[in-house]
């Protein structure tokens, strides 16, 4: 079974705070997604990585950056985090031509 | 650019009968792909069919079926025989075609409450 993991269900960060969230998959996948998701909004791409250190903005880009060093690890970076990003964040990866394969989500709460 | 609607913020249906959930989608990508996901109260997101925009036949998974409509844009899931278990967030996403490497858009989610 492919396992996509994140490192925090929940995490509750002051504003102004670094903040890092954690994807890791276990199936040599090449692309891996960073979504956030809202009520009424659905999820929406923020960034996504179709190889190691390479990257691409999603759709809303703003406020954040993104880390992929290792092909099983892909991070996504909250510079200075604002309670405006207080979000469910999903993580998902996939195999050319197949469905993505998502994480539990971390619920973000900042304060 | 892509777009996908879910007209329907919510939706009941009675233990054991069918229940549709509307997608609408625009795209100009002549190729392209149209998903169903589950999303439990939980929060992780369970695959649940695919539909190939050159698939000559709707698509069905057990007790899943997309009713495709390609001249109407609409990608309907349909639930047969609906258990307790379907409650959950319903989402259509889209891929588009070419190098996009697999990136969805999604739609505003349905909720589905399954009575018993």
């Known amino acids: 079974d492919v396992k996509v993991t994140q490192s925090s269900r929940y995490l509750v960060k002051r504003t102004g705070e670094k903040v890092f969230l954690e994807c890791v998959q276990d199936m040599d996948h090449e692309n891996m997604f960073w979504y956030r998701q809202d009520p009424g909004l659905g999820l929406r791409l923020i960034y996504f990585?179709?190889?190691?250190?390479?990257?691409e903005k999603g759709d809303i880009p703003e406020g954040y950056s993104v880390s992929r060093e290792k092909k099983e690890r892909f991070s996504l970076i909250l510079e200075s985090a604002s309670t405006n990003q207080t979000s469910m964040y999903l993580c998902?990866?996939?195999?050319?031509?197949?469905?993505?394969?998502f994480g539990p989500g971390t619920r973000l709460t900042v304060t | 650019a892509q777009k996908i609607t879910q007209t329907q913020p919510g939706m009941f249906v009675q233990e054991k009968e069918a229940v549709t959930l509307d997608c609408t989608y625009d795209t100009s990508d002549p190729s392209y792909g149209l998903f169903w996901y589950k999303q439990p109260s939980s929060g992780e997101m369970i695959f649940l069919i695919y539909q190939g925009s050159y698939d000559q036949q709707n698509a069905t998974e057990g007790r899943y079926s997309l009713n495709f409509q390609k001249a109407r844009k609409s990608a309907n899931l349909v639930i047969s025989a609906s258990q307790l278990g379907d409650s959950a967030m319903y989402f259509c996403a889209m891929k588009a075609g070419g190098t996009s490497y697999g990136k969805l858009t999604f739609g505003q989610g349905t909720i589905l409450t399954v009575h018993p």
């Open positions: 998902a990866s996939k195999r050319e031509f197949y469905e993505q394969y």
């Open positions: 990585s179709y190889d190691v250190k390479m990257k």
